[in-house]
Every structure is written in structure tokens, then in C-alpha cells.
């Protein structure tokens, strides 16, 4: 297994320590490009939506379709993609992936596209994506040798995220308006070479299948999740956080077009500035040594986001709008990523697979339910008063937490704890 770090590597700044190793530098480099294509076309589709037809309800049904998969079949994705040769099966995804976008592009080139087929597409891409995050994310550990670089990795990995969502939405706007949505998406199926080819380089040994059933198999992660008091509470906080506050990526068309009567390049701008926070609290949690304090900062990140929802909502300015944008990105990166870190380190390595799953399943799950509702009220009851809601919301389950965060921190260091132990005997 080549995860040893490369020669020199002790002179990798503490910040980026995950990139001394490289396998995950030739994931890094791929992955960068491919999520920059995937924020461009992500863009595109939800204007071009918009643009054809003037629906809020139609903007939170596409983004429904695109991430109800991984509610309703990630968890069960995490125990089969456990079973099998998870190199191999994200090889296919990313491949599946570049062949829809190009779909897409060609179908939008000859003016084919309709809202049905909208929707259709954005289906197939929940579906695929149902099967891409879960496969990432459990490899992680196989692209670095050392298991005290992985929260290094994984807070990387959502800057690398961020860094796309800063950069993705302008360029996305600005290619709108000189090209148009069909050379977006044909963008984002190039964008999926990169990956493919770094996949195709790399040396590591995936972690083996697990025996069993698919039953079995998944009824072991469940327990697992569920017999976790920890693990259950922070999973709790990622469906609230994600229902209240992701919500408002659904309703920024409407925003840019009928709010600050913008255009593509407005819509950017807003992405953008939400990118940007989301970029500085990746740099943030990756500069942490330790994750000491962390249920506490996921607590004030989710207030923050609860009151960066209120002041967008309030906005009529976008110079506002774009500083409560950049709170919000910063509030949110640092709950779910944050969450993220806590869950992958106290997961056994046997499990992580399906553990990873089933978060995911509540971050982009959640994310999804509170987008449909999110749309679907906006239609009646117009996007600024939709966005209040949620921010209440949000609002109120903090004030819920504030009592008990402190136990709950106390609980994950202890498990923390006795997880090192068990690893260490098994060792």
C-alpha cells in the first residue's frame, strides 16, 4: 500500500499536512477540477430552469430530485458499496457522471429540454450522486497513510468544495452570458476527466469487502448509528441544520431575478459570496489541531447561520445580501463539516462505508426536504418571508442546544477516547 508520505514531507505546512501524502494530492488535484465543473453546471441548471418557465416551486422541486436520493437510498447505497471494490465503483460513477452532463448539453444545444426532462435529468444525477459522495468520502481514509491526517483530509476536502463554490458561480454567471447554459454543462462532463485520471494513478489498497448479507450488512450500520447516543445527537443536528438553512440556495434564482432585479451574473455573485465564507471556515477547521471545543463551535456556527438567514432575507441591498451570504456560507461549513469530522473519527473502519452514508443521507437528505418545502411556500408566500421561517427555526433549535452542548461535548470526547482504545487493540 503506497500511502507513506512522500520524501520532504514533515516540510508540509500543518494546514495542508493530508497533502503530503500522494494519493491524496492526485485526488485532490482531480477532485478540484471536477467540483469547479460541478458548481458551474449546478448553476446553469437551476437559471436555466428559472429562465424557462419563472417557478419557485419548479427551482425546489429540481433541487429536490437532485439530492432525495441520498435520503431514500443512501443509507442502503452505503451497505452495497461496503460489499463491493469501492476504487472500482467510483471509476464508474465519475465516468456515468460526465455522460449525463454531456446529455444534458446536447439536449439543451438542440432545444430539446422541457421541465419534464429538467427534472428527469436532475433525477439521474440524485441517483449517481447517491452513489459518488459515500464513495469518496469512505475512501478517504485509503488516500493517506496516517489516520491523524484525516480530519486534515476531510476539512481539505471541503475547502477544495468552498474554493469551487468562490470561484464556480461567478465564472458559471459570467459563461451564461457569453455562452449559454448548453457550453456550462458540456464544461462540467470535461471537468470529470481530471478525477478519472487521477483515480487511474494512484496505488492503494481499498479497504477489503465486508461478508454478509445485504440485510446484514446494513442492519450493522444502522445499529450502529442508532445505538450511538453521540453519534444519533450529532446526526440529529445536521437534518435540522440542513432542512432550516441549506434551504436558501433553492430560492437565490429568485432572489438575484426579482428581488435585486439581476440577471445570471447576480446569481453568481450570490453562490459566490456564500462559497466564500463556506471557503474561510474550511481554512479554519483545517488550521485546528485538535477537535477539542467542536460541538461548541457547531453550535455557534448554526446561530450564525440562523441569523445570517435573517438578515438576507430582510436584505434589499445585495452589497448586504452578499456579507449575509458570506456568513451563512461560513455558519454552515463549519456545522457540517465540523459534524463530519467528529462522525468519520468516531466510526470504526469497518463501518464507515455505511456510517458515511447515512450522514450524508442527513446532510443533502435534509437539504433536499427543506429546498421542496422551501419552494413550495415561497410560491405562496414569496422567498423573503420563506427564509424568515427557516431562520426562526434554526433559531429555535439552538436555543433547544444551548443547555445541553456542553454534556454532549463531554460524551463525544469520551468516545473519542474509548474508539482510539478499540483501534488500538485491534492493532
Known amino acids: 500500500m503506497s500511502t507513506t508520505p512522500a520524501p520532504g514531507a514533515a516540510r508540509w505546512p500543518h494546514a495542508v499536512r493530508a497533502l503530503r501524502h500522494r494519493n491524496y494530492r492526485l485526488y485532490f488535484a482531480g477532485h478540484l477540477v471536477s467540483i469547479l465543473g460541478n458548481w458551474i453546471q449546478q448553476v446553469a441548471l437551476a437559471w436555466l430552469v428559472y429562465r424557462l418557465t419563472g417557478s419557485a416551486a419548479l427551482l425546489g422541486l429540481t433541487s429536490f430530485v437532485a439530492l432525495a436520493p441520498q435520503l431514500l437510498i443512501g443509507p442502503l447505497i452505503g451497505a452495497w458499496i461496503d460489499r463491493r471494490d469501492k476504487r472500482r465503483l467510483l471509476l464508474a460513477t465519475q465516468a456515468l457522471l460526465a455522460v449525463q452532463a ?4 446536447a439536449l439543451t ?11 428527469a435529468m436532475a433525477t439521474l444525477l440524485g441517483v ?25 483530509a476531510l476539512a481539505l476536502n471541503a475547502m477544495l468544495v468552498n474554493s469551487s463554490r468562490f470561484v464556480g458561480p461567478p465564472l458559471a454567471g459570467l459563461l451564461l452570458g457569453l455562452t449559454g447554459e448548453a457550453f456550462c454543462f458540456a464544461l462540467n462532463a470535461l471537468s470529470f476527466l481530471a478525477l478519472l485520471i487521477g483515480l487511474l494513478r494512484m496505488r492503494i489498497d481499498a479497504p477489503p469487502p465486508v461478508r454478509g448479507s445485504m440485510g446484514a450488512v446494513f442492519r450493522q450500520g444502522l445499529d450502529y448509528v442508532l445505538g450511538q447516543a453521540t453519534v444519533r445527537q450529532l446526526m440529529l443536528g445536521v437534518m435540522v441544520v440542513n432542512f432550516a438553512a441549506s434551504c436558501y440556495a433553492v430560492l437565490l434564482p429568485v432572489f438575484a431575478k426579482d428581488v435585486f432585479v439581476g440577471d445570471a451574473a447576480t446569481l453568481g455573485w450570490l453562490w459566490g459570496a456564500a462559497g466564500g465564507g463556506a471557503l474561510l471556515a474550511s481554512l479554519f477547521l483545517a488550521s485546528r489541531r485538535s ?3 467542536q460541538v461548541q463551535l457547531i453550535l455557534a456556527a448554526s446561530a450564525l447561520s440562523a441569523c445570517a438567514l435573517l438578515l438576507f432575507a430582510a436584505s434589499t441591498r445585495l452589497p448586504l445580501a452578499l456579507a449575509a451570504m458570506a456568513a451563512l456560507g461560513f455558519g454552515l461549513t463549519c456545522a457540517n463539516v465540523g459534524t463530519n469530522i467528529l462522525i468519520q473519527g468516531l466510526a470504526p473502519d469497518a463501518l464507515r462505508g455505511r456510517v458515511v452514508s447515512f450522514y450524508i443521507a442527513c446532510r443533502f437528505g435534509f437539504e433536499a426536504l427543506g429546498g421542496l418545502c422551501a419552494g413550495l411556500l415561497a410560491a405562496r408566500l414569496g422567498a423573503p418571508a420563506t427564509l424568515v421561517g427557516a431562520g426562526v427555526l434554526l433559531l429555535g433549535w439552538c436555543l433547544w442546544l444551548l443547555p445541553r452542548h456542553a454534556a454532549l461535548g463531554r460524551a463525544v470526547g469520551q468516545a473519542q477516547v474509548a474508539a482510539e482504545e478499540e483501534r488500538g487493540a485491534a492493532s
Open 128 to 152: 449517481l450522486g447517491a452513489f459518488d459522495t459515500p464513495l469518496r468520502q469512505s475512501l478517504m481514509s485509503s488516500f493517506i497513510g496516517d489516520r491523524a491526517d484525516l480530519p486534515n
Open 102 to 105: 454531456a446529455a444534458l448539453a
Open 109 to 119: 444545444a438542440l432545444e430539446w429540454v422541457t421541465p419534464t426532462l429538467l427534472v
Open 291 to 293: 477537535t477539542a471545543g
